[in-house]
Structures are given as structure tokens and as C-alpha cells.
């Protein structure tokens, strides 16, 4: 079991950046996939994107080529970097930990997620 931290969500304007980070507590941070989910208000909670233990990311088509997730094994930390961020990102963002062989899209573990709040 991983212990997970989000922060740096905010009210960032339409086409801004904004950065996006998930402490995990734990010596085996190292084997987990992580991904990044967001729930819009009165919709479904959606994967935006993933990355595996080695490094190895996936991301939604609605974030493809905007949003940048990655980690560093020796801080225990995951990040979403959000560039070009649209007001139809509003949402709260949460990371979650699956555990090595098991997909991110069935996480094992989730933080309790930051709120990101684009303006237009």
C-alpha cells in the first residue's frame, strides 16, 4: 500500500501551465505505475494519463500532446506537467498507484486530489 499526496492545483488561465504533484509514501514507490485521473464536476471520473515503472507514459487523446507525466523514483514523487490547459480542464485531479504487474487503469491506490480550475 502507497500513501498518496496531491498538490499544486489552482485557477490557471485558459492556455497557461500549471504543474501538478503526487507524494507517495513508501520504500517501493519505484514498482508502482502511476496515472493521473480527473473528475469534472457531474462527470465521470477520467484517466489522463499514466506512466509505469520504467518510465514508459501513456496519455487521454484530450490531453495528447499538452500534458507531460513523470516521475522521480528518488523523491517518491509523480508529476503532471499541464501546458495549454483549456477551460474543459477544470476538474479535481487525483494520482493513483497500481502495483507492479497490475495496469494503472486498476490502481490499487488513490490521493484525494487537488482542485485545477481553468478560467476563460
Known amino acids: 500500500q502507497v500513501q498518496l499526496v496531491e498538490s499544486g492545483g489552482g485557477l490557471v488561465q485558459a492556455g497557461g501551465s500549471q504543474r501538478l504533484s503526487c507524494a507517495a509514501s513508501g520504500r517501493t514507490f519505484s514498482r508502482y505505475n502511476m496515472a493521473w485521473f480527473r473528475q469534472a464536476p457531474g462527470k465521470e471520473r477520467e484517466f489522463v494519463a499514466g506512466i509505469n515503472w520504467s518510465g514508459s507514459t501513456d496519455y487521454a487523446d484530450s490531453v495528447k500532446g499538452r500534458f507531460t507525466n513523470s516521475r522521480d523514483n528518488a523523491k517518491n514523487k509523480e508529476y503532471l506537467q499541464m501546458n495549454s490547459l483549456k477551460p474543459e480542464g477544470t476538474a479535481v485531479y487525483c494520482c493513483?498507484?497500481?502495483?507492479?504487474?497490475?495496469?494503472?487503469?486498476?490502481?490499487?491506490?488513490w490521493g484525494q486530489g487537488t482542485q485545477v480550475t481553468g478560467s476563460s
Open positions: 493513483a498507484a497500481a502495483p507492479y504487474g497490475t495496469s494503472w487503469l486498476r490502481p490499487s491506490d
